[in-house]
């Protein structure tokens, strides 16, 4: 039995679903069906950390959902989505923030961040890994009683598959507040016989905050995604990828060409919106 309220259930305005909004009752009973296994399978105890596996398990369980039933390039929507509203509530937050794996009642936390890093988490090490740790806690505390598993039992389970070069994701998504500053500075596009020749330039930086928002910048060895897409597809805002690929930056300022068989329309980094950004409006700009 789920309960909603009236305006998820029962008066929201779904007319514009198959254009850009979200079906939010769809995304919602996803959710409430992942606490089958979260919450009602898997327990926490009282104490940090504990609604990550409830809550921020449940909103993973309905992105993937939502990503199998609407397809990857629509996601961008979805997580920008949950991404503004945990830009926002760290904006009103009046005690301390605190990351994930030790948060303290903090919604914008456990439900919108979590997804997003669980969902970025699943991009690096791939669905079938995120799977197996989930399943592993499943397997070991299913319906158990006392003592519950912790935050703790949930990194050792993620730590476990993914690999050395990687680690670092587990420490930055769950254990420290990490915020990116991506952007595309400038992008120009020429034809070169049947091809087209694209130079981007970047800027990126990383920064570590503390409970109370005060950011000390730290040096960039990241894998970051640079896409360079073309012709829209109805629903999807960014266009259909001629060029995607998964590259490490190390510094700031950043140059990459591409040549593509079809024209250009936008370049993007970190397009879909997997980093914490600030600002994601400049994360893609459109070809000159």
């Known amino acids: ?30 959710h409430e069906m992942g606490h089958q296994y979260w919450a009602h399978q898997v327990i926490g105890p009282n104490m940090q950390g504990s609604e990550w596996m409830s809550e921020g398990f449940a ?3 309905a992105l993937m959902v939502m990503e199998k039933e609407y397809g990857k390039a629509k996601m961008k929507r979805f997580l920008e989505y949950e991404m503004n509203n945990y830009l926002q ?5 009046r005690e301390a923030e605190k990351p994930i794996s030790r948060n303290e009642h903090q919604s914008y936390i456990y439900y919108q961040k979590a997804s997003v890093a669980m969902y970025y988490l699943k991009e690096m090490i791939g669905e079938d890994k995120v799977n197996e740790a989930l399943r592993s806690l499943i397997t070991q505390f299913a319906y158990k009683e006392p003592p519950y598993p912790t935050a703790l039992n949930a990194l050792a389970a993620f730590r476990k598959v993914t690999p050395d070069s990687l680690q ?34 970047t800027f990126s930086d990383k920064f570590y905050a503390d409970s109370l928002g005060k950011e000390n910048p730290t040096p960039l060895n ?60 400049d994360n893609v700009k459109s070809v000159n």
Do not use: C, H, W
């Open 168 to 201: 670092y994701i587990i420490t930055d998504l769950f254990e420290r507040i990490t915020l990116f500053d991506n952007r595309i500075l400038s992008v120009t596009s020429k034809n070169i016989g049947q091809a087209y020749e694209v130079r981007i330039e």
């Open 222 to 281: 990241d894998f970051i995604d640079i896409g360079v897409f073309g012709k829209e597809e109805k629903g999807v805002s960014i266009g259909s990828p001629l060029i995607y690929q998964r590259v490490r930056i190390t510094k700031q300022n950043n140059s990459f060409v591409f040549r593509t068989k079809e024209k250009p329309l936008k370049v993007g980094i970190d397009p879909y919106n997997y980093l914490v950004d600030r600002i994601t409006d």
């Open 59 to 61: 909103q993973y369980s």
């Open 89 to 93: 509530g760290r904006s009103d937050e």
């Open 1 to 30: 039995t789920m309960p909603y309220s009236e305006n998820i259930g029962f008066i929201k305005d779904l007319r514009d679903v198959k254009g850009k909004d979200i079906d939010f009752v769809y995304y919602v009973v996803a």
